[in-house]
């Protein structure tokens, strides 16, 4: 069960659902219900380098979209970056992504995720496969470090890792 504390403006109760037009909003940004295996089942159709090649256009699209999130979350929260931090760690979990820890340093940042859907979803795989959650940590690793920088996953549980680790510096 996930804690939603009010003083800390949890996710899920920002979302704005219009049943009636089929829309699902957290202020401009649009949010679709998508299960986690049509999407990473994509990824298992395409072979190859091409996988690679569309799992790393995932990354940055999930890191500019989710950084532009991010970035009007953290100019209208007044949080430090701590809490920031915390913030982004329980929306991620409130969407379904995971339980994501950030280990912050002074020039680089640190993900480690347990139960991540991506992972869950794709099944075993020889390489990495949670591009969405590298992109998040793009997203949030400029926004912390104030510079773009590329994030990369080092290990991941389609590998058999117990759990997805990434970093960005």
Do not use: K
């Not at 496969?129 to 510079?147: F, K, M, N, T």
């Amino acid at each position: 069960m996930i804690d939603r504390d009010a003083s800390v403006n949890a996710f899920l109760d920002r979302l704005d659902w219009d049943p009636e037009r089929g829309v699902l909003r957290d202020g401009p940004a649009r949010y679709v219900v998508l299960r986690a295996d049509s999407l990473m089942g994509l990824f298992r159709e395409i072979e190859g380098e091409t996988r690679q090649h569309a799992l790393d256009a995932l990354r940055r699209a999930t890191a500019r979209a989710g950084g532009d999130s991010l970035a009007r979350y953290r100019a209208t929260s007044n949080l430090g970056d701590a809490d920031f931090v915390a913030l982004v760690e329980r929306t991620a979990a409130e969407l379904g992504w995971g339980r994501l820890r950030f280990a912050t340093e002074p020039d680089r940042l640190g993900l480690e995720v347990r139960d991540s859907p991506f992972a869950a979803a794709f099944g075993s795989s020889p390489t990495p496969v949670c591009a969405p959650l590298a992109g998040i940590l793009e997203a949030v690793a400029a926004i912390l470090l104030d510079r773009a920088v590329a994030a990369r996953e080092t290990a991941c549980a389609a590998q058999g890792a117990p759990a997805c680790r990434f970093a960005a510096d």
